[in-house]
């Protein structure tokens, strides 16, 4: 996987900054004052900072914006770069000015010297995000990024507080190079092995192959794999970090690692993004990366349903009808409605065999959600309200955005099947809503669950907030949150 950039937290020494290579970072604040570091800067660079923060385009920056000297004189640098952000600065603004730093930095080392800043581990969290890029599939071989050295009033405590962070760090980046990886490359195999792979940081994995679907009568999630030569699995990712009677949180995600709608065939135009589908059990596997690796003192069971959705002689048909695990029927009409098939077999599985606290999954389910919602947030479905709004306060606080959508009896009348107890689709309207009503029918009514539709976020085409363009890693940190801020004893 692709690693994080290694981030060091060090006492602050004037005497280094002259001789620094790379890219000098100082913090000013939004009035124009001094640190000692930022003091050092402007004696070597004989006054050329000062003159800047008293000048009229200093007073136009905003905290958390960065402005860029090239070539300093008097210093060995690349650049200068000049963060406006006040000491006391809260979390937010403290990530975004790294974020900010972060995309400046590409493949240089770079020096932070954040002096008495109150926050420097999120700082780093912010630079640590946005310093990524997916390399992997190409042949010239990349530029290593350089380390990021934070010399902070407070080393060792702003260690001890970046821990955690670093985690949730390679979560996301696991889950992006996932997301970012082509179809050819992550197959169902290779998705199960790099997952099997994470045994060595203490999860308990388990591949459920063909013939152990077939047993448990999982033929919705089958059904989706009839027409693909790759075999359909489910992995199972286990993380006993709390109480052993405590019941786990249970997470699921949809993991359609290429998906051509199957009979139901897509348009060509944009069929490449299909890649991304697995969007869902790539967040799974990021958030069990970072619990194992933050040694989180919780339960919590990750299984992701790994399949790929193709058009053959074998592929299901519109019109077929199948019997899911739970034993209920279900007429096939849209063949491309197949990430709810798998998502409601898994979950079953999930509820019969740990007895979960919740279910929450996560699925790049429907196009519907970004027509509704665009790329900026999720859309969130819910029958538990506490669970809900901890869901949402996390995902606010991880800046990662999110919006309650509705459910409701009108909309699961849209999924009457004449042939069989239920359709895969209600039609146009209400597209996302109905989709969760689907995955509703299977989910006990004492469970509580959230439904997220990643469609919008999982991977765009511009800039995030904490990510280039291209997958964004969204939910590993939200998921994270409330984990911590819910289920951790």
């Known amino acids: 996987m692709t690693d994080p950039v290694s981030v060091t937290f060090q006492d602050t020494d004037i005497d280094r900054i002259a001789d620094f290579e790379g890219r000098v970072a100082v913090t000013v604040t939004p009035d124009?004052?001094?640190?000692?570091?930022?003091?050092?800067?402007?004696?070597?660079?004989?006054?050329?900072?000062k003159r800047l923060v008293e000048s009229d385009a200093w007073q136009k920056v905003t905290p958390g914006e960065v402005r860029s000297q090239a070539w300093p004189t008097g210093m060995a640098a690349q650049a200068v770069d000049v963060l406006c952000l006040a000491r006391?600065?809260?979390?937010?603004?403290?990530?975004?000015?790294?974020?900010?730093?972060?995309?400046?930095?590409?493949?240089?080392?770079?020096?932070?010297?954040?002096g008495g800043l109150r926050r420097p581990a999120e700082l780093a969290l912010g630079i640590t995000l946005r310093a990524y890029a997916f390399t992997a599939r190409k042949t010239k071989e990349a530029e290593p990024p350089g380390a990021v050295t934070v010399m902070a009033g407070k080393p060792e405590e702003a260690e001890h507080a970046f821990a955690p962070l670093r985690a949730v760090a390679e979560g996301v980046f696991f889950t992006r190079d996932l997301v970012n990886e082509p179809a050819n490359h992550l197959t169902t195999t290779e998705f199960a092995n790099r997952v099997q792979e994470m045994e060595s940081l203490g999860l308990k994995i388990t591949v459920l192959e063909e013939a152990d679907l077939e047993k448990l009568g999982m033929h919705l999630l089958l059904s989706v794999g009839h027409g693909s030569a790759t075999p359909s699995k489910v992995a199972v990712m286990e993380w006993q970090g709390g109480a052993t009677e405590a019941a786990p949180l249970a997470l699921v995600g949809k993991g359609v690692v290429f998906d051509t709608g199957g009979i139901s065939l897509k348009p060509a135009q944009g069929m490449e993004d299909m890649t991304m589908?697995?969007?869902?059990?790539?967040?799974?596997?990021?958030v069990m990366r970072t619990l194992a690796r933050r040694k989180?003192?919780?339960?919590?069971?990750?299984?992701?349903?790994?399949?790929?959705?193709?058009?053959?002689?074998r592929a299901t048909r519109p019109g077929d009808v199948v019997t899911s695990m739970k034993g209920e029927t279900v007429e096939i009409i849209n063949t491309d409605a197949e990430g709810r098939l798998v998502l409601a077999d898994v979950?079953?599985?999930?509820?019969?065999?740990?007895?979960?606290?919740?279910?929450?999954?996560?699925a790049t389910l429907t196009g519907a959600i970004i027509i509704g919602l665009g790329h900026e947030k999720a859309g969130v479905f819910s029958n538990d309200d506490p669970l809900c709004n901890a869901f949402l306060k996390a995902a606010e606080s991880a800046g990662e955005g999110a919006w309650r959508l509705p459910l409701g009896e009108k909309y699961d009348e849209m999924l009457k099947s004449d042939i069989a107890d239920m359709k895969n689709v209600g039609g146009r309207p209400a597209g996302s809503i109905t989709a969760a009503q689907f995955?509703?029918?299977?989910?006990?009514?004492?469970?509580?669950?959230?439904?997220?539709?990643?469609?919008?976020?999982?991977?765009?085409?511009?800039?995030?907030?904490?990510?280039?363009?291209?997958?964004?890693?969204?939910?590993?940190?939200?998921?994270?949150?409330?984990v911590a801020e819910r289920f951790e004893g």
């Open 32 to 49: 124009g004052k001094l640190d000692s570091g930022a003091r050092r800067v402007n004696r070597l660079t004989r006054g050329a900072l």
């Open 347 to 362: 979950m079953w599985y999930a509820q019969q065999h740990y007895k979960p606290a919740a279910v929450i999954d996560l």
């Open 277 to 286: 589908d697995m969007g869902g059990a790539g967040v799974v596997a990021g």
């Open 439 to 482: 995955l509703q029918r299977f989910v006990a009514a004492d469970t509580p669950w959230i439904h997220l539709d990643i469609a919008g976020v999982a991977r765009v085409n511009s800039d995030t907030p904490y990510a280039p363009k291209g997958a964004s890693g969204w939910g590993v940190m939200a998921l994270d949150r409330l």
């Open 296 to 313: 989180a003192k919780a339960n919590v069971v990750g299984l992701l349903g790994l399949v790929e959705n193709m058009p053959s002689e």
């Open 88 to 114: 006391g600065a809260d979390r937010d603004t403290a990530r975004k000015a790294g974020v900010a730093l972060g995309k400046l930095k590409e493949t240089a080392a770079l020096l932070v010297l954040a």
